[in-house]
């Protein structure tokens, strides 16, 4: 590499515009801090081959100790800041680019000074060396030390080349195209045409981070190399290489903005991630919770459907044994023991599910049919001549989309609770209605019992609370539980008949 770079030096001094060897020596002392002799045995080697022995040859070990302890210290330094056990950030970006900076340039002051001082190198030379050195190494750690120390990242860059050859291909002419503007239409004076480098070194940092960037700016490093000695020309390479660093410098800083939002995006969807994982977790654990709630729940809803289920049965059964075996009324009633027994199947398949984490069954429905339906089968339980359930269901509404079992249960608790409440009252007034609000369909069961109790107004919801001699405290827990897994709510309200009012949210058909 040395002798590939040695390009453009001042007075055949290993002083070049460009060592790549810098970035290696540095890449290197950062993984391996023990490396300091080898660095040393690599510049005194690096010197001997290709520049030979000069007649003050002990000059070469002594700029090798200085050097290799400053990179060194630098590597050091860069391991404080983890600048690369992280992945790139602006902040890392400037504190490596400072390290760099500062080591390059002591780097070049002991050198050149080593030569001025042993009168090898005219002291006017000075700033001038100093220059041409320091920013051939700051270019070397900038480009190679960070390719370096993230090799594991090159199989990923080839891969997303491969994903994109078409992006490659524009970065790869680019390059080349911006190269052929340089050299063949500049002028020694002239270095304008040096920003259009700057587009595919641009693009590469966009399109592939830091590594993509790497790359493009060594091959464009390479091409530079290549005008300058076959054109000395057109541009002295140490003024291409000062706007080379500045490329290097902004293709990294954009390189760790790309890659630092690509980190927070991962980081996000990271933390959305355990966010839902925990509230998965959560709900199975208060659905564990709820397993007893299950049995209670299941003794609870059971008890309608079966009650009905044994009355038709029964009724039958007479029926059967009357005089006439061919009463009419037999295979109505047989029909809905059956459709008992199928809704109490319904109930306990759709809870056990429920209980068990499933996704509730949503569908269209009217909500007028399901209200008389299971309004029906309570009012039969329940034979009372001065009970009134009267309906006000408005013609013409809109489908609901909910899980009809679920509905079925909700709807069934209320009623029950409004025939409970309404049982010491001479003229029991139960009134299902039903209204459309927009986007809403608001169900209502209302009664003129003697409405909620006022100890029992906050805990209307909680399980097993109830304040019936013979009650569960189970209706209404499952029932908002239920509404709630399928997009509706339950909410108590006033009624306008004096005793308790129960509201049902459903969500109407888009
Ligand atoms: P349970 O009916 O087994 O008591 P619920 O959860 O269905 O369980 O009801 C809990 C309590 O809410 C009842 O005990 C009762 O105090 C009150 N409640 C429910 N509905 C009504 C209503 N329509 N009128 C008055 N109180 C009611």
């Known amino acids: 590499m040395d002798a590939g770079s040695f390009v453009q030096p001042v007075l055949k001094l290993g002083i070049t515009p460009w060592s790549p060897q810098a970035g290696l020596v540095v890449a290197f ?7 300091f002799w080898w660095s040393v045995t690599a510049f005194v080697v690096a010197e001997l081959l290709i520049r030979g022995a000069p007649a003050e040859w002990w000059l070469i070990p002594v700029q090798a100790v200085c050097v290799a302890g400053i990179y060194q210290a630098a590597a050091a330094a860069l391991r404080h800041f983890r600048i690369f056990d992280l992945p790139p950030s602006l902040k890392t970006t400037l504190h490596f680019a400072t390290i760099a900076a500062l080591a390059a ?13 042993s009168a090898v190198l005219p002291a006017s030379q000075f700033s001038d060396a100093v220059a041409r050195y320091w920013v051939g190494d700051l270019n070397g750690i900038l480009m190679l030390t960070p390719l370096m120390l993230n090799l594991h990242a090159i199989p990923k860059l080839i891969r997303a080349i491969g994903e994109s050859p078409l992006a490659f291909a524009g970065v790869a002419s680019g390059s080349i195209a911006a190269l052929m503007i340089i050299f063949l239409i500049g002028n020694p004076e002239d270095l304008r045409f040096f920003y259009v480098l700057f587009l595919p070194a641009l693009a590469s940092a966009l399109i592939w981070g830091t590594p993509g960037l790497l790359l493009t700016a060594i091959g464009l ?14 541009a002295p390479l140490v003024d291409l290489q000062y706007l080379m660093s500045t490329l290097v410098l902004t293709g990294l800083a954009l390189g760790a903005v790309v890659s630092e939002r690509g980190e927070a995006a991962k980081l996000a969807l990271q933390r959305e991630m355990q966010i839902s994982e925990r509230e998965a977790r959560l709900a199975r654990a208060s659905r564990a919770a709820t397993a007893g709630e299950l049995a209670s729940a299941l003794a609870h809803e059971l008890n309608q459907p079966m009650t009905a289920l044994v009355g038709y049965l029964r009724a039958s059964e007479i029926m059967m044994t009357a005089a006439n075996p061919q009463d009419t ?33 949503l569908e269209e429905m009217d909500i007028g049919t399901v209200l008389k339906s299971t309004t029906e089968s309570s009012r039969w339980r329940d034979r009372r001549e001065n009970l009134t359930i009267s309906f006000n269901i408005p013609a013409g509404l809109p489908a609901v989309v909910a899980d009809r079992v679920f509905i079925e249960v909700i709807f069934a608790n209320l009623v029950n609770n409004a025939l409970d409440a309404t049982r010491e009252q001479s003229d029991a007034l139960i009134v299902v209605s039903a209204r459309c609000t927009g986007k809403l369909m608001e169900v209502t069961v209302d009664d003129n019992g003697p409405g909620v109790s006022p100890t029992m107004q906050s805990e209307l919801f909680k399980t097993f609370v109830t304040s019936k001699p013979d009650g569960m405290g ?23 008949l004096g005793g308790a009012g129960f509201r049902l949210k459903l969500p109407v058909r888009a």
Do not use: W
Not at 330 to 357: C, M, Q, S, V
């Open 105 to 117: 340039l002591t780097a070049g002051v002991v050198v050149v000074g080593s030569y001025v001082a």
């Open 29 to 35: 002392l950062y993984g391996y801090s023990r490396g």
């Open 329 to 361: 009324r037999l295979a109505p009633t047989l029909h809905k023991a059956a459709d008992e027994a199928l809704r109490a199947a319904g109930i306990l398949g759709r809870l056990r599910n429920f209980y068990a984490g499933r996704d509730p069954q």
């Open 474 to 496: 189970i209706g209404l827990a499952v029932s908002r539980s239920l509404a709630q897994a399928c997009g509706c709510e339950l909410e108590a309200c006033g009624s306008e």
């Open 221 to 234: 490093q390479i091409g530079l190399m290549f005008g300058v000695q076959r054109l000395p020309e057109v």
